[in-house]
């Protein structure tokens, strides 16, 4: 059973920062295999970032340049930097996990909430 759990989600003004993790367990996946999404109230769940081959990070054209994707591969975790938050980047943000760089996401965490006050 493949677990993937978030944290660091929370209440933050605008221009301020969070950091997300996620730790998968179960499968031992390697970090570049996982990857961030978020989902907006009355909006359909989009992509955030990820790692390409390589380990070469891809970010949403939304985000980049304030979110930086890292990993500790020791510890089976991927990060999610978010700094200059904007109130559009409140979302529920979720962590997915693939078996390979090209195929679909098929695990998912349970998210965890960024809330962005103006």
């Known amino acids: 059973q493949v677990q993937l759990v978030e944290s660091g989600g929370g209440l933050v003004q605008a221009g301020g920062s969070l950091r997300l993790s996620c730790a998968a367990s179960?499968?031992?996946?390697?970090?570049?295999?996982l990857g961030w999404f978020r989902q907006a109230p009355g909006k359909e769940r989009e992509f955030v970032a990820k790692?390409?081959?390589?380990?070469?990070?891809n970010y949403a054209n939304s985000v980049k340049g304030r979110f930086t994707i890292s990993r500790d591969n020791a510890r089976n975790t991927v990060f999610l930097q978010m700094n200059s938050l904007k109130p559009e980047d409140t979302a529920v943000y979720y962590c997915?996990?693939?078996?390979?760089?090209?195929?679909?996401?098929?695990?998912w965490g349970q998210g965890t909430q960024v809330t962005v006050s103006s």
């Open positions: 997915a996990a693939r078996f390979t760089l090209a195929t679909s996401w098929v695990y």
């Open positions: 179960g499968r031992t996946f390697t970090t570049d295999l």
């Open positions: 790692y390409t081959s390589g380990g070469i990070p």
